[in-house]
Nanobody, 127 residues
């Protein structure tokens, strides 16, 4: 059974930084594109960032481009999200996921196609 455990969230002031981690167990995701999503209170889950299987290409939503950096360590089956210059509108529960079929350019418009989700990690940015 695949499990994803997200961690690294917390409370931070505007302009601060956090680094999220997502460790997968139950299978290896080395050949998968992996990424991050988030869901703010009262809003739908949205795409944040994705990284191809070898880390060769990354994709970001316009709202986080230039502030967030996604990376991965295939040896550790882990994907990371470094978040800098955080804003109150970044407040959300952050989730990771993976896919080997859907092109990452289409993740933003196909969030509903992803299957199971972990519990996520809460990020709260105070103003």
């Amino acid at each position: 059974q695949v499990q994803r455990v997200e961690s690294g969230g917390g409370l931070v002031q505007t302009g601060g930084s956090l680094k999220l981690s997502c460790v997968a167990s139950g299978r290896t995701f080395n050949g998968y594109t992996r990424g991050w999503f988030r869901q703010a209170p009262g809003k739908e889950r949205e795409f944040v960032a994705a990284i191809t299987w070898n880390g060769g290409r990354t994709y970001y939503s316009d709202s986080v481009k230039g502030r967030f950096t996604i990376s991965r360590d295939n040896a550790e089956n882990t994907v990371y999200l470094q978040m800098n210059s955080l804003k109150p509108e970044d407040t959300a529960v952050y989730y990771c996921n993976a896919d080997f079929k859907l092109p990452p350019q289409l993740w933003a418009t196909n969030v509903g196609s992803f299957g199971s989700w972990g519990q996520g990690t809460q990020v709260t940015v105070s103003s």
